[in-house]
């Protein structure tokens, strides 16, 4: 009986990953955030914030202003952000 070849499952670490968070509000309109990261050929992770306006249907997004050493350190600095960081982040994009 020939031998079942192991399939690996993990995910490329160099595919970006989406992340939704905890959506806030921004001049009466509910505006979803989403943290996509990446781990880049230099061996850090980063990530942008990608922001839909739920009213207007438009998505704006930073450039990959965070960076930390672990997909986990930069995930939980993205979510220690206070809504007013979140916001003024929006608004710098306007």
């Known amino acids: 009986m020939p031998a079942q070849t192991?399939?690996?499952l993990?995910?490329?670490p160099r595919e970006p990953?989406?992340?939704d968070l905890t959506p806030v509000r921004y001049a009466g309109h509910?505006?979803?955030i989403r943290l996509v990261l990446r781990f880049a050929?230099?061996?850090v992770w980063r990530g942008r914030l990608q922001f839909t306006d739920a009213a207007s249907q438009i998505t704006r997004e930073t450039a990959e202003i965070f960076?930390?050493?672990?997909?986990?350190?930069?995930?939980d600095s993205v979510r220690g952000l206070r809504e007013h960081h979140f916001r003024?982040?929006?608004?710098s994009l306007e």
């Not at 960076?67 to 995930?75: T, Y």
């Not at 003024?88 to 608004?91: A, F, I, T, V």
């Open 17 to 19: 990953v989406s992340l």
């Open 67 to 75: 960076c930390s050493a672990s997909e986990q350190d930069l995930w």
């Open 6 to 8: 192991l399939r690996n």
């Open 30 to 32: 509910p505006l979803t």
């Open 10 to 12: 993990a995910r490329d």
């Open 88 to 91: 003024d982040l929006y608004r």
């Open 41 to 43: 050929d230099d061996r």
